[in-house]
């Protein structure tokens, strides 16, 4: 009798996020589910399959100002321009289009957000991109910052770093705010595509020095290839 072969996994399933006493960041081999919902008493229900066949797109935002409040808990993505902060959003949802990719660092000026089953996923503005204006600089400074200054039900906020290369003082700074925030957080390294396995290893050991991040610590090696 001929064997059956093994079922493809999706993106989600390679690289998904656990959700276990308000979404922690896992491995590359965890089914995405949703966080636990809370009865009228306060009492938490039991976790629940996410199903990312149900992602849209809600709205973009200009300011902070125009933010809606946090209704829901939210995963917030961060990191610099040109990260891919876009692009593992389409991997984790397996769309190719879901979030737009652009090719010019620095061109993610708004905040957008996504929706699935109860959660909301946030596209932050990318920082640290030379080649803008003063003004535009400062508007995303605002975004960034006036996102974190609200009331949000941040779940868990993803900070992205690109591991070919040494974190910037703009990364350290973002992943220190988390930290003294106290803020649930994971680190996910980008681009390892283009790095062999083993230069992979020795970048994940590099960076976790770097960024002083404790055993515990969240990190996840991926790449939108």
């Not at 009798?1 to 896992?26: D, I, N, T, W, Y």
């Not at 705010?177 to 970048?203: G, H, I």
Request: with cysteine; aromatic share 8%.
């Amino acid at each position: 009798m001929q064997s059956q072969r093994p079922r493809k996994r999706s993106p989600a399933e390679r690289f998904g996020f656990s959700v276990q006493a308000g979404l922690r960041c896992a491995t590359m081999d965890v089914t995405t589910t949703a966080p636990p919902q809370r009865t009228a008493r306060g009492n938490e229900r039991k976790e629940r399959i996410m199903n990312i066949n149900n992602v849209a797109f809600e709205r973009s935002f200009g300011i902070s100002s125009q933010l809606p409040p946090s209704t829901v808990p939210e995963i917030a993505f961060a990191g610099r321009s040109n990260v891919g902060k876009s692009s593992l959003l389409n991997k984790l949802f397996n769309r190719k289009a879901l979030a737009k990719v652009s090719q010019t660092p620095g061109k993610t000026a708004t905040i957008n957000f996504f929706s699935c089953d109860g959660v909301r996923f946030v596209d932050l503005p990318g920082y640290g991109y030379a080649k803008v204006s003063k003004s535009d600089k400062s508007r995303w400074s605002e975004l960034i910052e006036g996102y974190f200054n609200q009331d949000r039900d941040l779940a868990l906020v993803v900070s992205l770093v690109d591991i070919r290369h040494e974190a910037s003082d703009l990364d350290m700074n973002m992943i220190g705010f988390l930290q003294e925030a106290e803020l649930p957080f994971a680190v996910v390294l980008t681009k390892a595509d283009k790095l062999s396995r083993q230069q992979q290893m020795k970048q994940k050991a590099a960076l976790k020095r770097q960024l002083a991040l404790g055993d515990d610590a969240s990190m996840v090696v991926t790449s939108s290839a």
